[in-house]
């Protein structure tokens, strides 16, 4: 199973009891490039993040992650995956709870590490509190911290800023380029039209197929629109 | 204050549970369970007629005493030489060791002593089976009485019997219950989809659950130990070793159902729930409060299944006994124990799926 993508999806199908959450989902991620997975809530977003995660296996269709199975990826310690919400154990501390994740994904030099990315997340100075006593906004970006320590080649992250403020969304995604400029490929989900122009690529997503693909500027273009968000409308009702 | 405010948070409060079928089912199944199981323990329990050996070879009275001792209904009658009854009863094949001393007319009792209840019945049911076959026989004056104690002794409370298996209770208890609440916490905060998108593999997922909540049930036991021995001045004979592993493996099955258990509840109430149910057919049915021989026919197959069953025979064996961990029955309780832990382990390995949703 090869591919020249950092991710492969064609044709994947997954139902939860009645509900089909993917129908037949096509999307390719090219290694390196920030992807935007971009539709509003219950479109699937989050069902086609977990697939890759090796969290949910999709009753159709092919994935590949990193040249091979999404479990394979995930063993090899390859995808770092940051869920939706800042998923801590609270009566740890900062840096006892990314000195576990490092060892669950047998992190070398790992104080280095975790120093580093606590700097990443800007939060080196609260490396010793008790995670129940931080902000949510601390928390999101402890989690952050936890997905980057063991320097993952795929970044799965599923709604990264929500509850993040304005001036730390913007610290994010400065963090989000670098890591992207630094070879890492990222999938980015979100709700946030605003975010979208950020990614190097955008997938829009709704009822669990992908309506569009393209860079903000082209998505806008097709649908003939003045922004993004109204090239998603249109492009919906094209649907 | 307001009644349609009150009526409102009882009105949520119902609403609720409406959908919570599985909290609605435990609130009535554990009390009918629980029920059952006291009219069946208190109401079919037997009293067992307590197994005498005589010891031929030290009986020195005459033959018609022997016989009409061994036929009383009080006491179930045997014959054997000393040696061999002393060793049916430290093997727990008998409850008592008899033998007569003609000249100095005394009867001599050698109780098994471990259970202190059971102590005075067999001592009264002994004599009294003895005093019947001699005035059977026209003899009105019965011989001087010496009650001697194989296990325990005159200053062996409930508290020495009751102590190793609040030992093995209180380790299942709360092991159980911090095992159940902490996994599915980890379901519930999303910890455990995190820890899924890692290298981490089930089975070492529950290793280590097993490993983290065996250290504090082996610190847990120091204290219940130390606590019981010092404050309380429990008896206690056999070797801390030897108990610690007892309490190990019981814990293995103890942490296993804790995490089974979390995956059939969906919070921290239905969990919370299963206790009656996991729990209390252990407090009835494994030796805790009735001795197991004692249970009604139908519930010792169920004793049997139970791994405080086992923990508590281990630990009255070992802590009134003073059996080591070469004994055939503690070696054979331990095997038992951990065969449960592993069986347990597997199922809680297969109960954490790596799929979330």
Not at chain 2, 113 to 129: E, H, K, N, V
Not at chain 2, 265 to 277: D, T, Y
Not at chain 2, 283 to 312: C, E, H, K, W
């Amino acid at each position: 199973m090869t591919t020249d993508f950092a991710v492969d999806a064609q044709g994947l199908r997954k139902k939860f009891g009645a509900i089909e959450a993917l129908r037949g989902l096509d999307l390719r991620i090219r290694p390196g490039e920030i992807y935007g997975l971009l539709g509003p809530n219950g479109s699937g977003k989050t069902t086609f993040i977990r697939c890759v995660a090796g969290l949910l296996r999709p009753e159709a269709g092919t994935l590949t992650v990193l040249g091979g199975a999404p479990r394979a990826a995930v063993s090899a310690g390859r995808v770092g995956y940051m869920t939706q919400a800042p998923a801590l154990y609270g009566e740890l501390s900062v840096y006892e709870n990314l000195r576990f994740f490092a060892a669950l994904q047998s992190v070398p030099h790992r104080d280095d590490r975790i120093e580093e990315a606590l700097r990443t997340v800007d939060l080196l100075d609260r490396r010793h509190s008790v995670v129940n006593t931080l902000s949510g906004g601390m928390r999101t970006r402890v989690s952050l911290a936890a997905t980057l320590l063991h320097r993952p080649s795929l970044l799965l992250l599923d709604e990264p800023t929500v509850g993040v403020d304005p001036l730390l969304r913007q610290e994010f995604w400065s963090h989000f380029r670098k890591l992207a400029s630094s070879g890492i490929t990222m999938l980015v989900s979100s709700h946030v039209m605003d975010e979208a122009s950020r990614c190097d690529r955008l997938g829009l997503i709704r009822g669990g197929v992908v309506l569009a693909e393209g860079s903000a500027s082209e998505l806008v273009s097709r649908a003939g629109t003045r922004d993004l968000e109204s090239a998603f409308l249109a492009l919906a009702e094209a649907r | 204050m307001d009644p349609h405010r009150v009526r409102a948070v009882a009105k949520r409060i119902v609403l609720g549970f409406r959908r919570d079928h599985r909290s609605l089912g435990l609130l009535f199944a554990a009390p009918i369970l629980v029920l059952s199981l006291v009219g069946a323990v208190w109401g079919g329990a037997t009293e067992r007629v307590p197994i005498v050996v005589l010891a031929t070879d030290r009986f020195s009275g005459p033959p018609a005493v022997i016989d009409r001792f061994l036929a009383a209904d009080a006491i179930q009658g045997r014959r054997a030489t000393f040696d061999e009854g002393t060793r049916q009863l430290r093997d727990g094949e008998a409850d008592a060791l008899v033998w007569l001393d003609s000249p100095s007319a005394t009867l001599h009792i050698v109780i098994e002593g471990s259970d202190p209840l059971a102590s005075g019945t067999i001592g009264g049911a002994i004599q009294r089976a003895f005093t019947n076959g001699l005035a059977a026989l026209g003899q009105l004056s019965g011989p001087k009485v010496v009650i001697e104690q194989l296990y325990g002794g005159s200053d062996y409370s409930l508290l020495d019997y009751l102590a190793p298996v609040l030992i093995a209770f209180f380790a299942f208890f709360f092991i159980f219950l911090l095992s159940a609440v902490s996994f599915l916490r980890e379901r519930t905060t999303g910890t455990l989809e995190r820890l899924m998108a890692t290298p981490l593999r089930r089975g070492e997922l529950v290793l280590g659950y097993l490993a983290g909540f065996s250290f504090f049930a082996l610190l847990q036991a120091i204290v219940i130990l130390l606590f019981t021995v010092f404050v309380l001045q429990v008896h206690y004979r056999g070797s801390l070793a030897t108990i610690f592993i007892v309490e190990g493996v019981l814990v293995v099955g103890a942490v296993s159902l804790g995490l089974l258990v979390s995956a059939a509840a969906r919070n921290e109430l239905q969990a919370v729930q299963f206790v009656p149910i996991v729990l209390l057919p252990q407090v009835f049915l494994s030796g805790l409060l009735i001795p197991v021989d004692q249970l009604p026919d139908y519930l010792r197959p169920v004793a049997a299944m139970l791994p405080l069953t086992y923990a508590n025979e281990a630990l009255r064996a070992v802590m009134i006994r003073g059996y080591e961990l070469a004994d055939p029955l503690v070696l054979r309780d331990i095997g038992i124990l951990l065969a449960f832990g592993l069986v347990m382990a597997a199922g809680a390995v297969a109960s954490i799926r790596r799929e979330v949703a």
